[in-house]
């Protein structure tokens, strides 16, 4: 299923990311160094890779799609084709890792941690899946890479203090909860996929009872 092949995507990517991840933190002075460099590195490589995530996935979705019977004719292909499905999801992630900068050259990290947060609120909650799932939906409107940066911050910012005191074993600790936080963040875009398959299908189900 193209989810699936998708989804493999993701697990390779995460796997490179924790290897750089661990290099981050050992060559980092401090945790604020840390995080600051996990949450630009993390979020610039997710933002640039999704958008090829979602080509490959709207690819074999629309092919499937185009398959069907209902579909053989070029009236209702055309319509198909006017719904925009991948400009729309492109347009609701604005899939560009300058925006971080943009949004930075603004506002420091701790308000796009209150941006992330004003995020969640929309949708009532915290979780990173769940604001994805704003963006798509219209709720909320910041770039892809704000709100994975906003969830690095979230998720690593218990590692700010300790980090600096006792600094070999709380390396350690930083560490362990980084690659905890990465876990949880990649099973949040696993979900993602998902939810884009899923809104994909709806819009292509509400479409066919027209036709």
Known sequence: MSN???????ENLFNEIREE???LIRVSHDSTVATESIMEYVSGKITASSKGYITT???ELSKATLAEPIFESDVNANKFYDLELKQKIYRAYQFDVSDLSAY????TSKEINVVYATAGAAVGGAAVGGI??????????????????????????????AYKTVPAKNIANYTDGALSFLDDLEDELL?????????????????????
């Open 104 to 107: 930075k050259k603004g506002i």
């Open 21 to 23: 991840v661990s290099d």
């Open 4 to 10: 699936e092949k998708v989804k493999g995507l993701i």
């Open 132 to 161: 994805l799932l704003g963006a798509l939906s219209g709720v909320v409107h910041i770039p892809l890479v704000v709100i994975i940066a906003g969830a690095v911050l979230v998720g690593l910012g218990g590692g700010y203090t």
């Open 191 to 211: 979900n993602w996929v998902d939810s884009i398959v899923d809104y994909y299908n709806q819009q292509v189900e509400e479409l066919k009872k027209t036709l």
């Open 57 to 59: 996935l709207y690819s």
